[in-house]
T-cell receptor, first 117, second 109 residues
Framework: GAVVSQHPSRVICKSGTSVKIECRSL??????MFWYRQFPKQSLMLMAT?????????EQGVEKDKFLINHASLTLSTLTVTSAHPEDSSFYIC?????????????FGPGTRLLVL | GQSLEQPSEVTAVEGAIVQINCTYQ??????LSWYQQHDGGAPTFLSY????GLEETGRFSSFLSRSDSYGYLLLQELQMKDSASYFC??????????FGSGTRLQVQP
């Protein structure tokens, strides 16, 4: 089946630094990828929709200048958390849409756990 | 706004059957998905219903009633490894998913 990878799986950084997270679709092309965030014991919340070749679409309340998204190719989207602060510590999960049995299915990456000190 | 309601916790014993309900109120509806998430892991896809009725995949089945804005996930022959959080999620037409709050299933021996 379709596989989505993320790198790094875990990152610890100092407050004020920037962190880049990569999301790759390994065996299929994805014109659209999604970035979600999940705080402990909470649900996944959509942050933004990443579109290949165009600007990302951000959800209400998500700062586009803080969470920079670049969909550089049909298999790669990156999320950069700029000037990270402790409140940005969370589990960041990307997803991409692939086909399963002729039907569109959203496949999730393994997630990146960010801890900002 | 969008809302999906699920029970927060369910406990059952090995070998039993458990049903996790999901009611939704969304501005659009194209289908209801179910995902499993183990602690520290990412969600994994379980099932999808776009039309009314029951979809069966092995020990897991999912049901949808669009007229009632209601669905459920049925887990049969429970195993210890089924202990996880289960999320219902709606595709509102934007292709991104709106997730429920999740149900934590604890399977006991």
């Amino acid at each position: 089946g379709a596989v989505v990878s993320q790198h790094p799986s875990r990152v610890i950084c100092k407050s004020g630094t920037s962190v880049k997270i990569e999301c790759r679709s390994l065996d299929f092309q994805a014109t659209t990828m999604f970035w979600y965030r999940q705080f402990p014991k909470q649900s996944l919340m959509l942050m933004a929709t990443s579109n290949e070749g165009s600007k990302a679409t951000y959800e209400q309340g998500v700062e586009k200048d803080k969470f920079l998204i670049n969909h550089a190719s049909l298999t790669l989207s990156t999320l950069t958390v700029t000037s990270a602060h402790p409140e940005d510590s969370s589990f960041y999960i990307c997803s991409a849409i692939g086909l399963a049995g002729g039907q569109e299915t959203q496949y999730f990456g393994p997630g990146t756990r960010l801890l900002v000190l | 706004g969008q809302s999906l309601e699920q029970p927060s916790e369910v406990t059952a014993v090995e070998g039993a059957i458990v049903q996790i309900n999901c009611t939704y109120q969304t501005s659009g509806f194209y289908g209801l998905s179910w995902y499993q998430q183990h602690d520290g892991g990412a969600p994994t896809f379980l099932s999808y219903n776009a039309l009314d009725g029951l979809e069966e995949t092995g020990r897991f089945s999912s049901f949808l009633s669009r007229s009632d804005s209601y669905g459920y996930l049925l887990l049969q022959e429970l195993q210890m490894k089924d202990s996880a959080s289960y999320f219902c999620a709606v595709d509102t037409g934007r292709r991104a998913l709106t997730f429920g709050s999740g149900t934590r299933l604890q399977v006991q021996p």
